[in-house]
């Protein structure tokens, strides 16, 4: 089946360090692929996707390109602030099938 | 544009117990998913409904149950409620097209089981 695997955390940074949080997955066919944010109390807010291979998304200074050839989607960003401190879920969605699968998430802190 | 709002907020329940949770979509959605998020298990899919009908389930017992309604608000219902129930619950709203990916998820509801 279809499933998501995300570095582990906690990551604490200080602020403007450059940040890179590492997703793997495993899916038949070419599935399109998300990262999401969730800030304490929140529900999830999308962050960027990209729905083919070499796609990039981006959006707030976040990027990530998608990666056929190995699977992956890291998602970067060259100078954090405090208040992207927040949990990082990685998530793919495939074909038909409406329903995300996330991984784990990173709890990412910054410090100023 | 208003976002998803779902209620309540917090639900304290006793074990045994039946909750039913809402969740109102944004306007013009007709698809809404629901999702379970703990600390151990991580987020997991419940299931979909889109123009009133089930389109997609997850692997969760048969005391999670769902419904949506024509103006597409949806109700998912957890009859005996058992301590590992306890969790967030995050509906997601969307258009519901085929190639349709933008989710828009609401602040949930923290229920407790007791």
């Known amino acids: 089946g279809n499933s998501v695997t995300q570095m582990e955390g906690p990551v604490t940074l200080s602020e403007e360090a450059f940040l890179t949080i590492n997703c793997t997955y495993t899916a038949t066919g070419y599935p399109s692929l998300f990262w999401y944010v969730q800030y304490p109390g929140e529900g999830l807010q999308l962050l960027l996707k990209?729905?083919?291979?070499?796609d990039k998304g981006s959006n707030k200074g976040f990027e990530a390109t998608y990666r056929k050839e190995t699977t992956s989607f890291h998602l970067e960003k060259g100078s954090v602030q405090v208040s992207d401190s927040a949990v990082y879920f990685c998530a793919l969605s495939r074909g038909s099938a409406r329903q995300l699968t996330f991984g784990s998430g990173t709890q990412l802190t910054v410090l100023p | 544009k208003a976002g998803v709002t779902q209620t309540p907020r917090y639900l304290i329940k006793t074990r045994g117990q039946q909750v039913t949770l809402s969740c109102s979509p944004i306007s013009g959605h007709r698809s809404v998913s629901w999702y379970q998020q703990t600390p151990g298990q991580g987020l997991q899919f419940l299931f979909e409904?889109?123009?009133?009908?089930?389109?997609n389930k997850g692997n969760f017992p048969g005391r999670f149950s769902g419904r949506q309604f024509s103006n597409s608000r949806s109700e998912m219902n957890v009859s005996t409620l058992e301590l590992g129930d306890s969790a967030l619950y995050l509906c997601?709203?969307?258009?519901?097209?085929?190639?349709?990916?933008?989710?828009?998820f609401g602040s949930g509801t923290r229920l407790t089981v007791v």
């Open positions: 990209a729905t083919k291979a070499d």
């Open positions: 409904y889109f123009s009133e009908t089930q389109r």
């Open positions: 997601a709203s969307s258009l519901g097209g085929e190639r349709d990916y933008g989710y828009t």
